[in-house]
């Protein structure tokens, strides 16, 4: 059991960067692959990010493939979401979820187990 944690959104010009942190419970946390989704208003939750439980290998969707990057600090129990060149329509709910390292989530979200209770994120124009 893992207890997700975000943090980090807030509003920001179009072209700027944040930063989203996703603090975990447990000591277990080197254990779990971790993901990055958003959700707009009315829509699924899509897949941004994916890092393996070592950081040893990410994967991206198209959308985000170079403005986006995955990190995460073992030690802290922290994910991160590294987002430059922000455009308005990055404009969402952010999440981040966990999946145990025996089996690797995809981009669906029900392969992830535990989830975040999300963190908003602006983009102005």
């Known amino acids: 059991q893992v207890q997700l944690v975000e943090s980090g959104g807030g509003l920001v010009q179009a072209g700027g960067s944040l930063r989203l942190s996703c603090a975990a419970s447990?000591?277990?946390?080197?254990?779990?692959?971790m993901g990055w989704f958003r959700q707009f208003p009315g829509k699924e939750r899509e897949f941004l990010a994916r890092i393996t439980w070592s950081g040893s290998s990410t994967y991206f969707d198209d959308s985000v493939m170079g403005r986006f990057t995955i990190s995460r600090d073992n030690a802290k129990n922290t994910a991160y979401l590294q987002m430059n060149s922000l455009k308005p329509e990055d404009t969402a709910v952010y999440y981040c979820?966990?999946?145990?390292?025996?089996?690797?989530?995809?981009?669906?979200?029900?392969?992830?187990?535990?989830w975040g209770q999300g963190t908003q994120v602006t983009v102005s124009s």
């Open positions: 979820a966990a999946a145990p390292s025996d089996r690797l989530p995809d981009w669906r979200p029900n392969t992830y187990d535990f």
């Open positions: 447990g000591r277990t946390f080197s254990t779990y692959v």
